[in-house]
């Protein structure tokens, strides 16, 4: 979808990019657990992991529309789970140094089934502007965190060279805001 600049509607064009992330997709040899896991934006051959296959240049802003985990080790009794992205600073201020660095924080919404859902009301996602455009997302590595900085065991997932365990996989969805032209 593309959007004008509101401050300079005759200058700037902007699109949207809606993307999801999916635990599934990544490189079991590295990531075993679901918790944490990279995703590249534009790889090159050789990486084996999972990957958008296009490059975000000139990125305005990045926020989080919902993401989903397992019910799984009691995760519904935490009282909430960040989500960080440390090539991402995070958009929180906290009285604890890991909420500092979360992009989000995750409040379950609901349970369906065996997966958490949380979303945000329309107005309320977490998104981290940038002050300069031309800022560039090469990769992402997706977090799942405890109040105390720990990852949060949501269970391992089967050996690679076996069906990915579909009980423990976990999904983010972004919505990235780029500089698409600018008009004379």
Known sequence: MNHIDIMNPNKTKYREYFVTVDSANRDRNIWRNTNQYEVKMQPDGSFQGATIDRAFKNVRSIEVINA???????????????????EIDGVLESTNKIGNTALAQLVPHRVVGSFV???????????????????????????FRKRDGT??????????????????????????????????
């Open 68 to 86: 989903i985990f397992p019910n799984a080790n009691n995760v519904v009794n935490e009282m909430y789970i960040y989500l960080c992205i440390p």
């Open 117 to 143: 859902y949380c979303m945000f009301d329309k107005d309320t996602h977490p998104k981290r502007y940038f002050p300069v455009e031309g800022v560039r997302i090469d990769r992402i590595t997706v977090e």
């Open 151 to 184: 990852l949060f065991d949501f269970g391992l997932d089967n050996p690679v060279g076996l069906p990915i365990a579909n009980i423990v996989q976990t999904s983010v969805t972004f919505k990235i805001v780029v500089r698409d032209k600018v008009i004379p």
